[in-house]
């Protein structure tokens, strides 16, 4: 097995099977070891998820209650002004948070949506937050957009391993994914991907993830590890619930195999107990998405977050200032991550999260 703490890109699966397998509080002294060899460990950065588009989505995503075709309760909604965007992410600013996500239920958008996105993407980034978006597959002219407009982040998951992607997902491609994070790392945007665990796949499918994670040409700078948020409706409401030691297990391996990485606790936080959010920060989780909604689904207050933090001696990651692009003439102030009392974003989007 390569040295624990190397950056690498050829890990095997079984490898990565031989970390899941390691007795719990070794694998937790490991992946906390690597975790203090690049990140302060009490340190957690703090990003807002805000759904623009929601609903109407033509996929089949088995774990998604934006899919028309399933019947849940959200309606389709049309794209969000500029002006209500940036009013939501100075709440989220104020709230603590460091990066704010803007995420649309499109397979992909069309050619006269990114004109829009951008325009919200250099205002929220005027407010001093780094941000994100997910919107689906893009092509290359589309991602060069985005990075023109200053977008730091673009979120395109794999979800699961290749050989259980089938299971899930129908209308898209595994190489779809994998040529959407290519057209964003050519356009000079930092990745964001990850995917969801309890959708009855095996350890060994678990593994899988990760191994396609850590083996992409660059790792994703943040990786958002979902616990998978049953929705009444949808194709996977009932599936067995993932053991919340085998999900710290994930969260551990995740930290040891993409060691420079950001691994977000995303999707799921909110029936996740205090004690299995401590094990999961202890395993070198250091981010979360905050606010009382992600994407559609229930999410911890920022108060009980607040407290959190509080009783295990965490504060939000402090963000530099944003760098001004070359071709703007606007400058863009710093920002203080700080938990504070305020109203936060709401963030809704698919049924798990970025």
């Given amino acids: 097995m390569p040295v624990v703490g190397t950056l690498r890109h050829d890990w095997s699966r079984e490898d990565v099977l031989a970390l899941f397998a390691l007795p719990f509080t070794e694998l937790l002294h490991q992946a906390g070891s690597v975790h203090r060899l690049h990140f ?20 089949d995503c088995g774990y998604c209650p934006q899919a028309a075709r399933y019947h849940t309760g959200v309606d389709a909604t049309k794209l969000m002004s500029t002006e209500a965007v940036v009013e939501k992410a100075r709440q989220a600013r104020a ?7 803007m995420g649309a239920a499109w397979r992909s958008p069309k050619d006269r949506d990114i004109p829009k996105v951008a325009a919200m993407v250099a ?47 129908h209308t898209r491609e595994y190489q779809d994914r994998l040529d959407t994070l290519s057209h964003v790392r050519d356009a000079g945007m930092k990745t964001c991907c990850g995917g969801i665990v309890g ?13 396609a994670l850590a083996t992409l040409p660059a790792h994703p700078d943040s990786v958002p590890i979902n616990r998978l948020v049953q929705v009444e409706g949808t194709p996977l409401h009932g599936t067995a619930e ?37 094990l999961c920060f202890a395993a070198g989780a250091n981010s979360i998405f ?25 504060r939000p990651m402090q963000v530099a200032a944003v760098e ?5 003439t ?9 938990l504070v009392d305020g109203e936060s974003a709401d963030a809704r989007f698919e049924g798990q999260a970025a």
Avoid: W
């Avoid at 302060?40 to 996929?59: F, I, N, R, Y």
């Avoid at 589309?142 to 997902?169: S, W």
């Fill in 40 to 59: 302060d460990p009490a340190e957690v950065q703090v990003s807002t998820l805000l759904s623009v588009k929601t609903g109407g989505c033509p996929e």
């Fill in 95 to 101: 709230a603590g948070a460091s990066r704010f996500c």
């Fill in 123 to 169: 205002e929220v980034k005027a407010l001093g937050l780094e941000t994100c978006a997910t919107l689906g597959m893009l092509s290359e002219p589309q991602a060069r957009a985005l990075k023109a407009a200053g977008l730091d982040y673009y979120n395109h998951n794999l979800d699961t391993a290749p050989e259980f992607y089938g299971e899930v997902i």
């Fill in 199 to 211: 959708m009855g796949e095996s350890r060994n499918q678990r593994a899988g993830l990760l191994q």
């Fill in 242 to 278: 993932l053991d919340p030691f085998e999900f710290v297990r994930t969260v551990a391996v995740a930290r040891i195999l993409m060691p420079k990485s950001m691994v977000r606790l995303s999707a799921g936080r909110e029936s996740m107990s205090d004690e299995l959010q401590a």
């Fill in 290 to 314: 905050h606010g009382e909604k992600l994407l559609t689904t229930g999410n911890p207050d920022v108060d009980r977050d607040q407290a959190l933090f509080a009783r295990l001696g965490l």
């Fill in 324 to 328: 001004v692009d070359k071709c703007s």
């Fill in 330 to 338: 606007t400058v863009h102030a710093g920002i203080t991550c700080e």
